[in-house]
């Protein structure tokens, strides 16, 4: 499976971003897929996650409220909507697909990984 994430960019606090990623090689709607980012210096972080059919959401709590994670199978691609931006959403954010259907929040979950995308967010 390959995964391209796009739509990242220079935003200030309070605007909105819609991350994309678009699968290919696999059966997408088979694989439960997530959004991680990462800030240099720190572990990858987890930041939500949809089971291989759209139905069953995991979000992690500081993007609660303010990031909806969706897909559309027919597409074969993965969105991160995310609202309310804060200075401290800055990082690269990457896509992830795993094999099993209900992945979990752990990034050793997921065999398949994006490029990254860099999100920045000034204050």
């Known amino acids: 499976v390959q995964l391209q994430a796009s739509g990242g960019g220079l935003v200030q606090a309070g605007d909105s971003l819609r991350l994309s990623c678009a699968a290919s090689?696999?059966?997408?709607?088979?694989?439960?897929m997530a959004w991680f980012r990462q800030v240099p210096g720190k572990e990858r972080e987890f930041v939500a996650r949809t089971n291989s059919d759209g139905a069953d959401i995991i979000v992690a709590d500081f993007a609660s409220g303010r990031f909806t994670i969706s897909r559309d199978n027919g597409k074969n691609t993965v969105y991160l909507q995310m609202n309310g931006l804060k200075p401290e959403d800055t990082a690269v954010y990457y896509c992830a697909a795993s094999s099993m259907p209900f992945p979990g929040v752990s990034r050793y979950e997921y065999e398949y990984w994006g490029q990254g995308t860099l999100v920045t967010v000034s204050s």
């Open positions: 090689g696999g059966i997408f709607s088979s694989y439960g």
